[in-house]
């Protein structure tokens, strides 16, 4: 399933605004959806609240945008050991089958260049010293 790309502009809230000085602006936001395919409202993560068994998410559509807390989806893939990292009543996809086209298109033009840096089995490449058994 493709990821959505819906985009929208957040401007920030009142209490930042009033404190905004020439020289220290308040700079208007931007969110990206990280849905599948959809026609419910948007969604983007803004930070994670795991001690409340959930996150903090922008949401959006053509006339109103929120922010709220939701509790984390239950989705699991066991194959690949990997829990969906979207809320739990979220539309289409779990975020384990959304593919987002920008950044596929960006890993093949990527991995096309420089094959080294990739791995054959799809995972993310090797971060020298980190992740490599031969790094120092």
């Not at 599948?36 to 994670?48: C, I, P, S, V």
């Amino acid at each position: 399933m493709i990821q959505c790309t819906a985009v929208a502009l957040l401007p920030p809230p009142d209490y930042i605004a009033e404190q905004a000085t020439p020289e220290r602006p308040a700079n208007t936001a931007h969110v990206s959806c990280e849905l599948g395919e959809h026609d419910d409202d948007h969604a983007q993560l803004l930070w994670m609240e795991d001690e409340r068994g959930g996150a903090v998410w922008a949401r959006w559509n053509a006339n109103s945008t929120r922010i709220e807390f939701l509790p984390w989806c239950g989705g699991y893939h066991p194959d690949r050991d990997e829990a969906c990292g979207l809320f739990a009543t979220h539309p289409a996809g779990h975020s384990f089958e959304v593919v987002d086209p920008v950044r596929e298109a960006l890993r093949d033009l990527l991995s096309g260049a420089s094959p080294h840096v990739f791995l054959s089995d799809d995972r993310p490449p090797l971060l020298p010293g980190r992740d490599d058994p031969d790094g120092p």
